[in-house]
């Protein structure tokens, strides 16, 4: 049986994906999604009314850096999936949460590689709202505290102080939705690609996870 790689099933995964999503005609899927600024990226990221983030485990691939991508999928996404292929699932169910669905990737001989999924994910338990409005850019962040009045004192301060606000005073599911918004708004993802987030602190000082002033990746509809 032949190897798997990345590239061969990041070629399947997209089309895999979309059609888990024909029901919401306004999703939207975005590749190489950074988290924490770059540190850490989604292989893949579907959003409309939430978020769903997929990593990619090729045959080709360790596990070594899977704790401390699930430990960044858990912060921000409300559902999420792992896409591996058959050798790593063993160890992967180990280190994976329970709320996270799983696709299975297989090469045959005849069909070559095939996905199916063999766990459906749930609801992410516990997002953390600090990580989630740290998915903004400052300008946006910004937008949302002046909307609801909550910006004095902030405006000149660091991100971090920007994304400690958020977090602090609004509701998490209110504020998970405008980010959701945000990202979906930011239109043309080339030129968005080029700009720098303004402000390199606002990651959460007690993470290992350093928060790097990278932008997100394409957009594909």
């Given amino acids: 049986m032949r190897a798997t790689n990345d590239a061969q099933i990041r070629e399947l995964l997209l089309p895999f994906v979309q059609n888990e999503h024909t ?3 306004d999703t939207i899927f975005i590749q190489e999604f950074a988290l924490y600024g770059g540190t850490n990226r989604a292989d893949l990221v579907a959003l409309n009314g939430i978020s769903h983030g997929y990593e990619i485990k090729s045959d080709r691939d360790t596990l070594l850096r899977l704790p401390q991508q699930v430990e960044a999928y858990n912060s921000v996404f409300e559902r999420a999936t792992l896409v591996s292929a058959s050798r ?3 160890v992967a169910r180990s280190i994976i949460p329970a709320w996270w669905g799983i696709v299975r990737v297989e090469y045959g001989q005849i069909s070559g590689v095939q996905l199916e999924r063999i766990r459906e994910s ?7 709202s600090e990580a989630i409005a740290a998915l903004l850019w400052r300008p946006e962040a910004l937008c949302l505290l002046s909307s609801l009045g909550l910006d004095s004192g902030v405006r000149s301060r660091p ?9 602090q005073q609004i509701d998490p599911e209110r504020l998970a939705d405008y980010v959701r918004q945000a990202i979906r708004a930011r239109g043309d993802w080339r030129s ?3 700009l720098r987030r303004c402000d390199g602190t606002s990651q959460r000082p007690s993470s290992s996870l350093r928060y790097r002033r990278t932008p997100y990746g394409n957009k594909y509809q």
């Avoid at 749930?122 to 953390?128: G, M, S, T, W, Y």
């Avoid at 991100?159 to 977090?167: G, I, N």
Wanted: charge should be positive; aromatic fraction near 0%.
């Fill in 122 to 128: 749930c609801p992410n338990p516990a997002p953390d």
């Fill in 88 to 90: 790593h699932l063993s």
């Fill in 192 to 194: 968005a690609a080029r």
């Fill in 159 to 167: 991100m971090a102080c920007l994304v400690a606000r958020l977090a």
């Fill in 23 to 25: 029901s919401t005609s």
